[in-house]
């Protein structure tokens, strides 16, 4: 399905930014700061489109995904979905059934909370308490209703375990890639979240169905993230971005660094964009 995407007429080539939220824009409080929006305005006036690339439904990115001016699709549920703000879907992956009950199966007894995510709608067990407090807070539609690993859950995108006490959720991410051998893709996706989504589909790829889509050739594409989970959008950039506090595995990755959210890393970016930009016009 193509998508006809914001045409602009300021300078010769085309720009894309592909940013994270939560840890990249957004603050230990899923908060966006006033500066943030202001740095990403200042890049859209430049001529720059911007596309979110987020582990998030977009029930709870889309207040963000509005916030930054965002007006291409956005990579959605990990990689899962691509969908534009009006919740029209132009891409998806669903996880086969078995599988979905397979990795259930793996985590329901370690303790760590659990999320199904539907079609807009994220399951969870009636004793995830923080999943509960977290969906009400954003006012996004959850079902208490998943009272077994065998339940039939009908299409589900992505499974999401909560860790909240042992080392960030390294020790399920590892059983998880144990057990399933490369039969799904099982990435940290900070603050203690292991996501499982079906193989081969993550951000980067998302990213390559995205750029296929648009009617726009792109001469420059920036990512930045701050997670495992943003490793592989991260090596298909032009210009792959990580945020200092990142893993090392991320930082690796990196040609540049910029500070978290709370020490104003949006603008850090922004600045160092045009700053470049400039220069090359006058040296070019």
Sequence with gaps: MDFSGPR?????????LVTDLDGTLL?????????TVLALERLRSDGWDISVASGRILGSALPHILAVGAE???ILYDGARIMDRRGQVFWEAQMDGALVEEVLRIGWEQGVEVQAMGDELVFCRPQDLGTIEFFESVDVPYSPSLAGPEADLGRVFRVMFHDRSRSEGREISEM?????????????????????????????????????????????????GDNENDMELLRRADVPVAISS???DLLALASWTVPC???????????????IEKEEYVNG
Aim: aromatic content about 4%.
């Design 72 to 74: 291409l699709p956005s």
């Design 246 to 248: 990142a893993p090392g």
């Design 176 to 224: 998880l890639k144990s057990a399933l051998d490369g039969r799904a893709e099982v990435v940290l996706a900070g603050n203690g979240f292991v996501d499982v989504l079906p193989p081969g589909v993550n951000k980067g790829s998302a990213l390559n169905r995205l750029l296929d889509m648009v009617e726009v050739k792109y001469d420059i594409v920036v990512a930045v």
């Design 8 to 16: 602009r007429s300021a300078g010769p080539f085309r720009r894309l």
């Design 261 to 275: 959210p709370e020490m104003g890393g949006a603008d850090v970016l922004v600045d160092r964009l045009l700053k």
């Design 27 to 35: 603050d230990g409080k899923g908060s966006m700061s006033a500066v």
